[in-house]
């Protein structure tokens, strides 16, 4: 009889153990729909700076009859674009944040990130100026950035391998979401809330932060990571040597992508809407047109990742992204419409595979911790990315040069998908079979291409449950991870 994990059900969460003593749950059980919910409240809170950006800038802004980005907008595509990249730039405080998660389980961390941001993001709506809505926005930022991470590596966690693209996608799902339901509430309410009302609504998923959190299930990968009194260590240290050229990678290409998403996403309703002067109706319907095409493109990418591998599904979404991108900001509205909306489906399509492989490239014991790297890559990305595009806006002085932006920032970053040959294919593998073997008295310098399975006997045994470990406040070792200095006479 399997134990009932604490915060699920066993019968209602369809529980599974796997031939490696892991219980492991169908994507569509209670304990992932909560996980899946806790990143629809993240993206609601995360997306609504992008929603109100054009409210946000004609209320701070000064609007004039004239041709240039400052006139349209209220405020300069450069004050704009540092306003933007403040903001994602203190997403990087994620990384230590996301990486307490590896020290004191997934579930309480998940929990602490997602309130904690939701409040400071409902603050924004006292802020006086433009300056301060930047400043108390980018407060908030770093602890939505830190749950939406970490719900995706508790998809992966929670499922096995023929389960985990489909928990992946339905975690992306509710993200979109909740970024989707921030865009259709600004979109119709703006002269109604104004964006202070709309960010006053993330008081309503806070609230019901606690009914959620209840269904969460601690997973059973991290009950086998040795319990630290110690608390957090310095992130880069926690994640071993074997693990790091890996990591660069997978670091390279979450820079890439937002180097794309950052300006696109970020900037579409203020050209929507203070360019080409669309009005509310229009935008919500291009919202619903991009909502429907995301969830065909979860479908399609989930079902991609599984049987054309991971890999491939990546490279072939970050193409599309960049080039539906730059169609977007070619002029007419048309071009908007279908630019956004299968740039939409493009980064949808991505989500199962990218998540998945991000997730399955590494051990259990600092997979929140690269989940942080990534996270403060992709920031990196996103700031480079709203500052080049910016920048190059303001250069030729008119709105009708926006394609020339989009052209030179995302484009050249489809060759940077050749990266993903450095990577292992992770289709049909289980996490613990992706881990490299650190040998006996090497410091792990050299990491090999392919994967091999872990060597430890231990892991075809079953092991406690997450609940069983927390009342004896001590773990199993992760058999993934780096040993301690002298235990095979070799370093960590």
Request: glycine fraction near 12%; charge should be neutral.
């Amino acid at each position: 009889m399997v134990p009932t994990p604490r915060g699920g059900d066993a019968v209602g969460d369809a529980v599974e153990v796997t031939t490696t003593g892991l219980r492991t749950y169908r994507w569509s059980a209670p304990s992932l729909i909560a996980v899946a919910l806790l990143a629809l409240a993240s993206g609601f809170g995360q997306f609504g700076a992008v929603a109100a950006l054009g409210d946000v800038s004609k209320t701070f802004g000064h609007l004039e009859h004239g041709a240039t980005f400052a006139d349209q907008a209220g405020l300069s595509g450069s004050v704009i674009g540092i306003g933007l990249a403040t903001i994602r730039a203190a997403s990087l405080l994620g990384l230590p944040l996301a990486a307490f998660a590896d020290r004191f389980g997934r579930k309480p961390v998940l929990a602490a990130m997602c309130a904690t941001g939701l409040a400071l993001t409902a603050l924004t709506t006292l802020s006086p100026s433009y300056w301060w809505f930047v400043a108390i926005f980018a407060l908030g930022r770093p602890f939505l950035s830190a749950a939406v991470g970490l719900t995706q590596v508790s998809a992966v966690e929670l499922t096995a391998s023929r389960e985990r693209a489909k928990a992946v996608s339905l975690v992306a799902a509710g993200y979109a979401v909740g970024a989707g339901l921030a865009a259709i509430v600004h979109s119709l309410a703006e002269k109604t809330l104004g964006f202070r009302g709309i960010f006053a609504l993330a008081v309503v998923p806070l609230l019901l932060l606690p009914l959620l959190v209840r269904k969460v299930v601690e997973p059973d990968r991290f009950a086998r990571v040795e319990a630290s009194a110690s608390g957090a260590q310095p992130v880069l240290g926690a994640v071993a040597r074997p693990y790091r050229r890996r990591l660069l990678v997978v670091a390279l290409l979450a820079f890439s992508i937002s180097v794309i998403t950052g300006p696109a996403d970020s900037l579409v309703f203020i050209y929507a809407e203070n360019f080409l002067h669309l009005s509310g109706i229009v935008t919500s319907g291009m919202v619903v047109a991009a909502g429907a095409a995301g969830l065909g493109g979860l479908l399609v990418g989930r079902w991609l990742a599984d049987r054309l591998g991971r890999r491939p599904t990546v490279a072939i979404a970050m193409a599309g992204m960049a080039i539906f991108g730059t169609l977007a900001y070619a002029g007419p509205p048309w071009a908007l419409f279908a630019g956004y909306v299968a740039g939409i489906m493009c980064g949808a399509a991505f989500a199962p595979a990218g998540g998945s492989l991000a997730n399955e490239l590494f051990p259990t014991s600092v997979r929140a911790s690269v989940a942080g790297w990534y996270i403060a890559a992709g920031v990196v990305g996103a700031v480079v990315g709203l500052l080049a595009f910016g920048v190059v806006a303001d250069v030729r002085g008119t709105s009708h040069h926006l394609a020339l932006a989009a052209a030179v920032v995302f484009l050249p970053m489809i060759f940077t998908a050749g990266l993903l040959l450095l990577l292992p294919e992770t289709k049909g593998k289980e996490p613990e079979e992706l881990w490299p073997a650190v040998p006996a008295g090497s410091a792990g310098e050299g990491m090999d291409a392919e994967p091999r399975p872990a060597e430890d006997e231990r892991d075809a045994q079953p092991r406690a449950s997450a609940e069983g470990i927390a009342q004896r406040g001590r773990g199993t070792a992760d058999p993934g991870a780096a040993e301690p200095p002298g235990a095979r006479g070799g370093e960590p």
